[in-house]
């Protein structure tokens, strides 16, 4: 079983609509969470990191995390074409303090 | 301000040729990471750096070192070079020594073995 797993996609989502990107993890302990965003042939960026159950809003988008059902979830809201990328989910690993284990990524498409 | 760079961008090696891949970042960063991205697979963790002088193994270290030079640099090099090692390397850096730091990716170098 992977440790974290994410639908590989792709999303299609009508531009102007909400996206929501889903990540499920096996280790109860993990403690961070983070979002990162890859545009195709670039590297991964920050877009949020979320340490507490709830939601937690940055502009246009909402990450939710619930612990005791182990997953975490990304809201876009009024999607944009410039949102089409690879969405990677990465969890703190139980066993180190440096290493974070990551999903494969959940390719969304934003259809104009 | 150039953040994370790394060099070259592009190789293509024979079997058993050895390389080293180069990575820099001039944003003051304790922390260094080496990682390969393979295709329908998360990021993977080769080696980090917490501290120049300091370097320890991560998820997939088998046929790499690495070399915290000084602060800024951290390489990673292939002494025999296998095709089951074709992959897109990542180089990050992240400001303190947790895993809660944000880490700030270098473009990649896309790696091809023949």
């Known amino acids: 079983q992977k440790e974290v797993e994410q639908n590989s996609g792709p999303l299609s989502v009508p531009e102007g609509a909400i996206a929501s990107l889903n990540c499920t993890y096996s280790?109860?302990?993990?403690?961070?969470f983070f979002w990162y965003r890859q545009y195709s042939g670039k590297s991964p960026e920050l877009i949020m990191s979320?340490?507490s159950n709830g939601d937690k809003e940055d502009g246009r988008f909402t990450a939710q995390l619930n612990k005791a059902s182990q997953y975490v979830s990304l809201l876009i809201r009024d999607s944009q074409p410039s949102d089409s990328a690879t969405y990677l989910c990465?969890?703190?690993?139980?066993?180190?303090?440096?290493?974070?284990?990551w999903g494969a990524g959940t390719k969304l498409i934003i259809k104009p | 301000n150039a953040g994370v760079t790394q060099t070259p961008k592009f190789q293509v090696l024979k079997t058993g040729q050895s390389m080293t891949l180069q990575c820099a970042q001039d944003?003051?960063?304790?922390?260094m990471y080496w990682y390969r991205q393979d295709p329908g697979m998360g990021l993977r963790l080769i080696y980090y750096?917490?501290?120049?002088?300091?370097?320890d193994k991560g998820e997939v270290p088998n046929g790499y070192n690495v070399s915290r030079l000084n602060k800024r640099e951290f390489s990673l090099r292939l002494e025999s070079a296998a095709p089951s090692q074709t992959s897109v390397y990542f180089c990050?850096?992240?400001?303190?020594?947790?895993?809660?730091?944000?880490?700030?990716f270098g473009p990649g170098t896309r790696l091809t073995v023949l």
């Open positions: 990465a969890v703190t690993h139980m066993d180190s303090n440096y290493q974070l284990i």
């Open positions: 990050a850096s992240s400001a303190g020594t947790g895993v809660t730091d944000t880490q700030y």
């Open positions: 944003m003051n960063h304790n922390s």
């Open positions: 280790d109860r302990v993990s403690q961070s």
């Open positions: 979320i340490y």
């Open positions: 750096s917490a501290s120049e002088g300091t370097t």
